[in-house]
């Protein structure tokens, strides 16, 4: 396999560059003091489009080419064969669009940003909205360069979701929608049912850090191939197979922040971390998708995370850690409070049962945008609208509790959202097979034994990297494809018992 192994060469300098680049950035987000702004943005600019260029450069093309030709015969299944297919798909997306409309939209995004951000927070969507239909243009542009067959979503799903069709999003979204919103209206009428005050009190930030360590440590978090630090925004980034960072952020009065962010970060890293070592510095280390990334970290964060037997284990030490705030909250009480529903307004503060409606809306009006059904100037009304009739209620402002709340559209990032939901449809699914393949494993969790579930996701999921495709994967693990029937259930199950419907 002497072009594959040229092939390899080639890219391995450009991931040592990537690396680099995200050394940088976890540096920026969690060390650097405020002056090193201006120098470390010019840094990563340099290395960025170092990276970029030699990606995209006509010997990555002729080396890919001959590769592909000494592959042709390869098994589907060998390294090689699978590494040809990935970059081959990264090198198409990289190449397809003219380099002066990914000039115009890093440039426009980047003014985005922050004429984004001020609109935000006066809550003013019409200074927000010639920018947005400057933005939305120019991914039409994107969509058409990189082609599709279908809907022009497609083309931007693909980016994020690989071979994943716009159709079947919205296949999967009916069906959710049709069982999920009058569920929703149920637990909203009985409300009552759970007292949220537990995880509302005040809680020592240095002993929320101490707690945390420990329970991501017990789950399977090796500090020697880890490290976690504080940051603003929470992430997980990683350097090699063998030194995946992840961050967290501290709410004194609100328990479940760090807590819950901590275990879905770990959640990432397990997924990057469990990459066959043979894949290290390879095109094929890390995840396959962000939808089977989230798959991950939702479910140790919510089905693990947040279950009755994973606080049978660990309960006991978080009052020991908070003994006046805790003391005389009973388990049963906690593990309800943990697990409240509400009337969310803002995406990332939703709770398991309201979250897919917050991101069927979004991937709707994305949609519609590209498509031109809804004009812009409509986008705040159609976003009241669908809020009115998901979660029944209508966002007191246009700010930061309402269609200006997220960054990703400012950043030109459509086509993302889905990812959020098909790796909570994922999670179900994959956990269901664990649990058939391996049925101890709650009784295992319950004595504080992690090891049977993460050995079952490292040998069925982490440790191919990106060899198969998100729906190939999905197919060789559960036997099928991603369907919302077993998160429907699971949320059915778990949620009547905790509102006692
Ligand atoms: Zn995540």
Same mark, same amino acid.
């Given at each position: 396999?002497?072009?594959?192994?040229?092939?390899?060469a080639?890219?391995?300098?450009?991931?040592?560059?990537?690396?680099?680049?995200?050394?940088?950035?976890?540096?920026?987000?969690?060390?650097?003091?405020?002056?090193? !702004?201006?120098?470390? /943005?010019?840094?990563?600019? %340099? &290395?960025? =489009?170092?990276?970029?260029?030699?990606?995209?450069?006509? $010997?990555?093309?002729?080396?890919?080419?001959?590769?592909?030709?000494?592959?042709?015969?390869?098994d589907?299944?060998?390294?090689?064969?699978?590494?040809?297919?990935?970059?081959?798909?990264?090198?198409?997306?990289?190449?397809?669009?003219?380099t002066?409309?990914?000039?115009?939209?890093?440039?426009?995004?980047?003014?985005?940003?922050?004429?984004?951000?001020?609109?935000?927070? !006066?809550?003013?969507? /019409?200074?927000?909205?010639? %920018? &947005?239909? =400057?933005?939305?243009?120019?991914?039409?542009?994107?969509? $058409?360069?990189?082609?599709?067959?279908?809907?022009?979503?497609?083309?931007?799903?693909?980016?994020?979701?690989?071979?994943?069709?716009?159709?079947?999003v919205?296949?999967?979204?009916?069906?959710?929608?049709?069982?999920?919103?009058?569920?929703?209206?149920?637990?909203?009428?009985?409300?009552?049912?759970?007292?949220?005050?537990?995880?509302?009190q005040?809680?020592?930030?240095?002993?929320?850090?101490?707690?945390?360590?420990?329970?991501?440590?017990?789950?399977?978090?090796?500090?020697?191939?880890?490290?976690?630090?504080?940051?603003?925004?929470?992430?997980?980034?990683?350097?090699?197979?063998?030194?995946?960072?992840?961050?967290t952020?501290?709410?004194?009065?609100?328990?479940?922040?760090?807590?819950?962010?901590?275990?879905?970060?770990?959640?990432?890293?397990?997924?990057?971390?469990?990459?066959?070592?043979?894949?290290?510095?390879?095109?094929?280390?890390?995840?396959?998708?962000?939808?089977?990334?989230?798959?991950?970290?939702?479910?140790?964060?919510?089905?693990?995370?947040?279950?009755?037997?994973?606080?049978?284990?660990?309960?006991?030490?978080?009052?020991?850690?908070?003994?006046?705030?805790?003391?005389?909250?009973?388990?049963?009480?906690?593990?309800?409070?943990?697990?409240?529903?509400?009337?969310?307004?803002?995406?990332?503060?939703?709770?398991?049962?309201?979250?897919?409606?917050?991101?069927?809306?979004?991937?709707?009006?994305?949609?519609?945008?590209?498509?031109?059904?809804?004009?812009?100037?409509?986008?705040?009304?159609?976003?009241?609208?669908?809020?009115?009739?998901?979660?029944?209620?209508?966002?007191p402002?246009?700010?930061?509790?309402?269609?200006?709340?997220?960054?990703?559209?400012?950043?030109?990032?459509?086509?993302?959202?889905?990812?959020?939901?098909?790796?909570?449809?994922?999670?179900?699914?994959?956990?269901?097979?664990?649990?058939?393949?391996?049925?101890?494993i709650?009784?295992?969790?319950?004595?504080?034994?992690?090891?049977?579930?993460?050995?079952?996701?490292?040998?069925?999921?982490?440790?191919?990297?990106?060899?198969y495709?998100?729906?190939?994967?999905?197919?060789?693990?559960?036997?099928?494809?991603?369907?919302?029937?077993?998160?429907m259930?699971?949320?059915?199950?778990?949620?009547?018992?905790?509102?006692?419907?």
């Amino acid at each position: 396999m002497e072009k594959v192994n040229q092939l390899k060469a080639h890219l391995s300098d450009i991931i040592h560059l990537r690396y680099a680049t995200s050394v940088l950035g976890w540096d920026q987000q969690t060390m650097m003091p405020p002056g090193g !702004a201006s120098a470390r /943005a010019e840094q990563l600019a %340099t &290395l960025s =489009k170092l990276a970029h260029q030699m990606f995209v450069a006509d $010997e990555t093309g002729k080396l890919l080419q001959d590769a592909a030709a000494e592959t042709a015969d390869a098994d589907y299944d060998s390294d090689a064969a699978a590494m040809v297919r990935v970059v081959q798909h990264d090198f198409d997306l990289a190449t397809r669009v003219p380099t002066d409309l990914v000039e115009e939209l890093a440039r426009t995004t980047s003014h985005a940003h922050e004429i984004w951000a001020k609109a935000r927070e !006066a809550a003013d969507f /019409a200074a927000f909205a010639p %920018t &947005l239909e =400057k933005i939305i243009d120019l991914k039409r542009q994107e969509a $058409e360069a990189l082609g599709y067959e279908d809907r022009i979503y497609d083309a931007l799903l693909d980016q994020y979701e690989p071979n994943m069709k716009t159709a079947d999003v919205e296949r999967l979204f009916n069906e959710l929608r049709e069982e999920l919103v009058p569920f929703v209206a149920q637990i909203f009428d009985n409300l009552d049912a759970v007292d949220t005050a537990p995880i509302k009190q005040n809680f020592d930030t240095e002993k929320q850090k101490a707690f945390g360590l420990k329970v991501i440590e017990q789950l399977g978090y090796d500090m020697k191939r880890g490290r976690q630090d504080p940051a603003v925004h929470p992430f997980t980034t990683s350097f090699s197979i063998n030194d995946v960072r992840i961050t967290t952020r501290y709410q004194e009065d609100w328990l479940p922040a760090s807590l819950f962010g901590s275990i879905h970060e770990a959640g990432h890293a397990f997924y990057e971390l469990g990459s066959d070592q043979s894949l290290e510095g390879t095109w094929l280390a890390g995840g396959t998708s962000l939808g089977v990334h989230e798959s991950q970290s939702r479910m140790w964060e919510n089905i693990v995370g947040r279950s009755r037997g994973f606080w049978k284990v660990f309960y006991p030490d978080l009052q020991a850690h908070y003994p006046q705030q805790l003391g005389s909250v009973s388990l049963e009480a906690f593990y309800k409070a943990i697990n409240m529903v509400y009337r969310s307004l803002v995406r990332v503060e939703a709770d398991e049962v309201t979250y897919n409606l917050h991101i069927m809306l979004r991937f709707e009006l994305e949609n519609d945008l590209l498509e031109g059904k809804v004009a812009v100037k409509d986008l705040r009304d159609a976003w009241n609208d669908k809020m009115q009739s998901y979660l029944g209620i209508t966002p007191p402002d246009d700010g930061k509790n309402g269609v200006l709340q997220d960054v990703h559209w400012s950043s030109g990032l459509m086509g993302y959202f889905p990812t959020y939901s098909l790796g909570n449809f994922l999670s179900v699914q994959y956990w269901d097979k664990a649990l058939q393949d391996v049925p101890s494993i709650p009784a295992e969790i319950e004595k504080g034994n992690f090891e049977p579930l993460m050995t079952w996701l490292v040998e069925n999921i982490h440790v191919y990297g990106r060899k198969y495709w998100p729906a190939e994967l999905t197919e060789r693990v559960t036997g099928e494809a991603i369907q919302v029937r077993s998160f429907m259930r699971y949320l059915k199950d778990k949620y009547t018992d905790v509102y006692g419907l």
